[in-house]
């Protein structure tokens, strides 16, 4: 009798057992692993929604100040000697930046200005700028592909230039793209240039000329302020939010949300249209939210738009006065 307790007590699981007991495990977190992944990226959006808003919140503060005037999506130093800066710099007072704001000098290049103890203003990091869902990693590599010794604190956000054209890279060419100019606005063959504002149809420019709010007479909760970018997929955007060229006020609705520009290699002969330096398709707007961006609205209502979205619609949306207004999906 006590020999038969002892092997009841010394019984285990079988093979089979273990094996079925890991295969249910397996399958629960198989079953788990997309929710969890679908709550944090929830948790990402909303995030970078409540960034969006934020720089409503600065734009409209630094409107108020200028008496109506809009910030430029950049700004040329007054000898108008080349070297020029992003506007988000305007920004920097009504995001809680003001000690960045008060080291920087609007007559002096901006890749040239530093604190007191050495370090240089465009190597900071603004929480406010960037989007928690994109890659820092392929931002990472995007540096390293340029060899800057020096990392640029980079930007998610975007300031729009509306259905305008862009110019095209020779060493770096997207032909295709040339089949969505006849949304631009105005059409083609009139490409307009940032000094020409009354002809613009966008909120901003990569300049420094500055749009009143009140050209905005397609509404402004009809008119596209800011959208979603991703610096590791522009040659433009990676100069960070400070620096020359970072795209802002180059942003165009023309180009369909999301469109892939990843490739941030050196090889030519590959194609233009994949890669960061075309000049056409990167000038656009994209996230790594699956299949739609975040745009900040002129009236300051932050919305997640597809990539679907009707291309006609995209571009009355970017557009702030052409008399064309849509509704926003």
């Not at 950049?74 to 710099?89: E, V």
């Not at 008060?102 to 990091?125: C, L």
């Not at 890669?275 to 656009?284: A, D, Q």
Request: charged content about 15%; hydrophobic content about 35%.
């Amino acid at each position: 009798m006590t020999a038969t307790r002892n092997t009841a007590c010394r019984r285990g699981f079988t093979i089979v057992e273990l094996l079925v007991v890991i295969a249910i495990i397996g399958l629960l977190v198989g079953l788990l692993l997309p929710a969890v992944q679908s709550a944090r990226e929830s948790a990402r959006r909303s995030s970078c929604t409540n960034n969006l808003k934020q720089l409503g919140v600065a734009v409209a503060g630094y409107t108020n100040v200028k008496n109506g005037s809009l910030p430029a999506g950049g700004y040329i130093l007054p000898d108008w000697s080349g070297a020029r800066g992003s506007g988000l710099a305007r920004l920097l007072p009504w995001m809680e930046q003001v000690q960045v704001y008060n080291a920087m000098s609007f007559t002096s290049d901006p890749a040239t200005q530093q604190y007191p103890d050495g370090r240089f203003i465009y190597e900071t990091v603004i929480p406010g700028f960037l989007c928690p869902s994109d890659d820092p990693g392929q931002v990472s590599q995007a540096f390293a592909t340029l060899g800057w010794s020096r990392r640029r604190g980079v930007s998610n956000y975007v300031a729009s230039a509306g259905p305008s054209l862009t110019g095209d890279n020779s060493n770096c060419s997207c032909t295709e793209s040339y089949a969505l100019r006849s949304y631009a606005v105005p059409g083609p063959p009139d490409f307009v240039w940032e000094d020409r504002v009354e002809l613009r149809s966008g909120p901003f420019n990569r300049l420094s000329l500055e749009i009143k709010i009140r050209t905005v007479t397609d509404g402004l909760s009809k008119t596209i302020f800011y959208g979603e970018s991703r610096p590791g997929c522009s040659l433009h955007m990676i100069g960070g939010w400070l620096g020359a060229n970072t795209g802002q006020g180059l942003a165009t609705t023309l180009n369909p949300i999301n469109t892939d520009t990843c490739d941030a290699t050196a090889v030519t002969g590959s194609n233009g249209c994949k890669r960061w330096c075309n000049y056409n398709y990167e000038l656009g707007f994209r996230s790594r939210h699956p299949g739609a961006a975040s745009f900040l609205f002129g009236d300051g209502a932050v919305l997640l738009l597809a990539e679907t979205i009707d291309h006609q619609l995209f571009q009355y949306l970017g557009a702030r006065n052409d008399g064309k207004t849509g509704a926003p999906p």
